[in-house]
């Protein structure tokens, strides 16, 4: 009988010891990041959600540039006139999720591998709104076209001269689109050549 009485209180007890840690991995599922856990190479552990969405959008810069350059013109785009944004909320989730989302026994395991110098770094995703690209590419489409001069054959003091032709240039809309999506999105925020194509008069000096 006492033997009996002893197994009970034996499984009582690791019960409510399993039930006390269950609860604490509960509660620290809503408690601040990890020691050595890291957005863009910002320090973000012992911080709360909150506290570290704010942190992040006063060290990350919003108002970056891309030069545009063509011969000797620079043309300045300015990333807050196309949406840009970090998605700082999206690594803020993914930061506080570290030893907290793999289960009881894995994120023990992460802890252990932060506290003792491990860490991880998140790098910040990035969104823009498409269409201002696509409008804001339109309108430089326009200032850069120059329109071709075909050859003309004109009667000058009785003699026919043939004047040269004069080739026309267009951007490459698409070219350029693709080339600068792939900058925002890598946050390469250094120079780009601007594409060109030139365009060919219908009547050429040859052809006259």
């Given at each position: 009988m006492k033997r009996h009485k002893i197994y009970f209180l034996l499984i009582i007890s690791i019960l409510c010891y399993f039930g006390l840690i269950e609860k604490s991995y509960a509660i620290n599922k809503?408690?601040?990041?990890?020691?050595?856990?890291?957005?863009?190479?910002?320090?973000?552990?012992?911080?709360t959600k909150s506290e570290a969405i704010d942190k992040i959008n006063k060290l990350m810069c919003k108002n970056n540039n891309i030069n545009l350059l063509y011969k000797d013109k620079n043309y300045n785009l300015k990333l807050e006139d196309v949406g840009f944004y970090y998605k700082v909320e999206e690594a803020v989730k993914k930061a506080h999720g570290v030893g907290r989302n793999k289960g009881l026994l894995s994120d023990f395991k992460t802890k252990m591998d932060l506290y003792f110098g491990g860490k991880v770094?998140?790098?910040l995703d990035v969104g823009y709104e498409k269409n201002k690209l696509e409008t804001y590419i339109f309108n430089l489409a326009k200032d850069?076209?120059?329109?071709?001069?075909n050859s003309e054959i004109k009667l000058s003091e009785n003699k026919f001269k043939v004047s040269y032709e004069k080739n026309g240039v267009k951007l490459n809309r698409k070219e350029l689109f693709n080339l600068l999506d792939k900058k925002i999105i890598d946050k390469d925020y250094y120079e780009c050549y601007i594409p060109t194509s030139i365009i060919t008069p219908k009547y050429t000096f040859e052809k006259l």
């Open positions: 809503d408690s601040k990041i990890c020691k050595n856990v890291y957005i863009e190479n910002i320090d973000v552990s012992g911080l770094n998140f790098k850069i076209y120059v329109s071709p001069i």
